[in-house]
């Protein structure tokens, strides 16, 4: 049995249905299910892998249609009934089973689909303007555990190379590790991928992957948990660690102001000598003109206390409340990867906003008034 084409195993393959629907075409456009009365629904597909400490995944695939008139409401309900009556035409579960089929007799591992669940759209959801259609399967032993690792590679290829490998436009994958589990490494391209709270990795199409796209490495259990992907040296060290020298630079910190202060007090006592009164007393301003030895070391502290999110902040408010991705990687030194990563986790707790222009991001903060930016 050869293994179907890449249109065939692609996150929304299709809706093999009978009677009113004809088809459903996922391209590099808009995707859209046509009924055989030319009603055309937009719609957006997402796959969701939740993965477990054992290996197994819990995997959701669902497609949300937009239902702008009562004709899209009514093509949506005549496809909502056609997938629950018809098993083989439940978004790409055949194509996932036969994936399943070929990978298990690559690796050592059983793998399998089981516990099949559908699910729909309630009445209130649809009279709001959106249909949902999803279906939920285990698949067994997906992801390799290794100790404190749990490795994504082997389930994602067959004999003639990767089976899941794009995405189209207005699809998703996500891929959720365990709880108290964090990205170790990955493959990050900010152009498509993102990681976020809890180690969440959202890939967003259009996309094309090969076999290193979708390899990821989890830690956890008793092992350190990171956020962050951790090929790069910005990523190195634990969080002991830095406060371990946190505290030694507060401690150092002080002990010099106190040790200043004391010198201070020293110089301004008068000291009585044999000579004429002219000479009779010696005090510091006789060495007024002597350039303190590091007048800055303060503010140099100051900024070694800050927290990556709080040197973000203080860049773009140095640039006028807004500042190109590109341009906060090049002023801190850190790795594309690592900016990538902290600038998902601030947006997310709505700190800053992004805003895609061309091939770059453009960062400012949410009150920010961008409206009035140039071509340049």
């Given at each position: 049995m050869s293994l179907p084409?890449?249109?065939?195993?692609?996150?929304?393959?299709?809706?093999?249905?009978?009677?009113?629907?004809?088809a459903v075409f996922v391209g590099a456009?808009?995707?859209?299910a046509q009924t055989d009365d030319a009603v055309q629904l937009d719609m957006n597909t997402s796959t969701v892998i939740e993965l477990?400490?054992?290996?197994?995944?819990?995997?959701?695939?669902q497609t949300t249609f937009d239902l702008e008139s009562d004709a899209d409401s009514e093509a949506y309900r005549t496809l909502e009934s056609e997938f629950l009556s018809e098993e083989t035409a439940m978004l790409g579960l055949?194509?996932?089973?036969?994936?399943?089929?070929?990978?298990?007799?690559?690796?050592?591992?059983?793998?399998?689909?089981?516990?099949?669940?559908?699910?729909?759209?309630?009445?209130?959801?649809?009279?709001?303007?959106t249909g949902r259609l999803a279906v939920s399967f285990t698949w067994t032993n997906f992801a390799r555990p290794d100790g404190d690792l749990l490795h994504i590679d082997d389930a994602l290829r067959t004999e003639t190379g990767i089976w899941y490998d794009g995405l189209n436009e207005?699809?998703?994958?996500?891929?959720?590790?365990?709880?108290?589990?964090?990205?170790s490494t990955a493959n990050v391209d900010e152009e498509y991928v993102a990681i976020g709270e809890g180690g969440t990795i959202r890939w967003t199409g259009p996309a094309t992957f090969d076999e290193e796209s979708l390899a990821v490495t989890?830690?956890?259990n008793s092992g350190t948990v990171t956020d962050t992907p951790s090929p790069t040296p910005d990523n190195a060290g634990g969080t002991n660690d830095t406060i371990l020298w946190l505290l030694v630079i507060v401690v150092v910190g002080i002990t010099g102001l106190f040790f200043a202060y004391v010198l201070h007090d020293r110089d301004q006592i008068t000291l009585p000598t044999g000579g004429d009164d002219s000479a009779g007393e010696t005090t510091?301003?006789?060495?007024?003109?002597?350039e303190p030895a590091e007048p800055d070391q303060p503010d140099e502290t100051a900024e070694e206390l800050l927290s990556d999110e709080e040197r973000v902040v203080q860049l773009i408010e140095a640039n006028g409340g807004r500042m190109k991705q590109a341009d906060i990687v090049k002023e801190t030194?850190?790795?594309?990867?690592?900016?990538?990563?902290?600038?998902?986790?601030?947006?997310?707790?709505?700190?800053?906003?992004?805003?895609r222009i061309g091939r770059e991001n453009l960062i400012s903060f949410p009150d920010e008034d961008i409206t009035d930016l140039d071509d340049g």
């Open positions: 084409s890449r249109a065939a195993l692609t996150v929304l393959l299709a809706l093999f249905c009978s009677g009113a629907v004809v456009g808009t995707a859209v477990e400490a054992d290996g197994d995944a819990r995997i959701t695939v055949d194509a996932f089973e036969r994936a399943a089929e070929h990978v298990n007799g690559r690796t050592d591992r059983e793998m399998e689909i089981q516990n099949v669940t559908q699910s729909t759209a309630s009445d209130a959801l649809v009279a709001n303007g207005n699809q998703t994958l996500v891929m959720r590790p365990p709880s108290g589990f964090g990205v989890f830690v956890g510091s301003d006789e060495t007024d003109n002597t030194d850190w790795s594309n990867a690592k900016v990538s990563q902290l600038l998902s986790a601030m947006e997310e707790e709505g700190e800053i906003d992004k805003l």
